[in-house]
């Protein structure tokens, strides 16, 4: 019963590229969510997507990110034109319902703007 | 968001038990208390949650004070792969977002 699959767990970009980071929630798992913790700083909630759906993103900075979560196939966060103050460790969790009885996070992905 | 208040930092030796305090004063009658603790290199492990009553699982106690003001997570029997960033965090049905503070770095003594 696999947990929350994200990938890469290392991610290397020159600033200017763009990242794309991914997640496999849970099987059956239909709610989805994306953190982001910068060094030696607490996680902080940047969008909660359901199939198809942006329920929340009130944590996602307006410009050069972007979420979604489609009918198949895993989520992706994606970040356009790279900067150094990106670099931070990503985490993705899921829950089967509410989040309300608990969330399943994965190990991260480790983007490093060079 | 109702705010959270932990301790920075703990020690506790090996094989006995550990007791991490969260002060949640302005908890709502809806808020849910929830544990996550995060190892190094490792995202958040959910550890435990609850409304008013105890709780307990295999990996933790939790107890909440009568008047919800506060609770404490219980390890019984601390291990080293116990070290971790402990965090406790009120969640609600409609408010999907967790709110993460700074949380209780554990150190376990061999």
């Known amino acids: 019963n696999a947990g929350v699959m994200q990938n890469p767990r290392h991610l290397v970009r020159r600033r200017g590229q763009e990242a794309r980071l991914r997640c496999s929630p849970v099987?059956?798992?239909?709610?989805v969510y994306w953190y982001r913790q910068l060094p030696e700083e607490g996680l902080k909630f940047m969008v909660y997507?359901?199939?198809?759906?942006?329920?929340?993103e009130s944590g996602m900075p307006k410009e050069r990110f972007s979420a979604e979560f489609p009918k198949e196939g895993p989520s992706i966060l994606r970040i356009q034109q790279v900067v150094r103050g990106d670099s931070a460790a990503y985490f993705c969790?899921?829950?089967?319902?509410?989040?309300?009885?608990?969330?399943?996070f994965g190990s991260g992905t480790r983007l490093t703007v060079v | 968001d109702a705010k959270t208040t932990q301790p920075n930092s703990m020690e506790s030796n090996e094989e006995e038990p550990v007791h991490l305090p969260c002060n949640h004063s302005?908890?709502?009658?809806?808020?849910?208390i929830h544990w996550y603790r995060q190892l190094p290199s490792q995202g958040p492990e959910y550890v435990i949650h609850?409304?008013?009553s105890n709780v307990n699982n295999r990996m933790a106690s939790l107890a909440i004070a009568e008047d919800r003001k506060s609770s404490t997570l219980i390890l019984h029997r601390a291990t080293l792969r116990d070290a971790a960033v402990y965090y406790c965090?009120?969640?609600?049905?409609?408010?999907?977002?967790?709110?993460f503070g700074t949380g209780t770095r554990l150190t376990i003594i061999p």
């Open positions: 302005t908890i709502s009658g809806t808020d849910y």
């Open positions: 969790a899921s829950s089967p319902i509410s989040g309300t009885y608990g969330y399943t």
């Open positions: 997507l359901q199939k198809e759906n942006i329920i929340d």
């Open positions: 965090i009120l969640s609600n049905f409609g408010n999907e977002k967790l709110t």
């Open positions: 099987k059956g798992h239909s709610h």
């Open positions: 609850g409304l008013t």
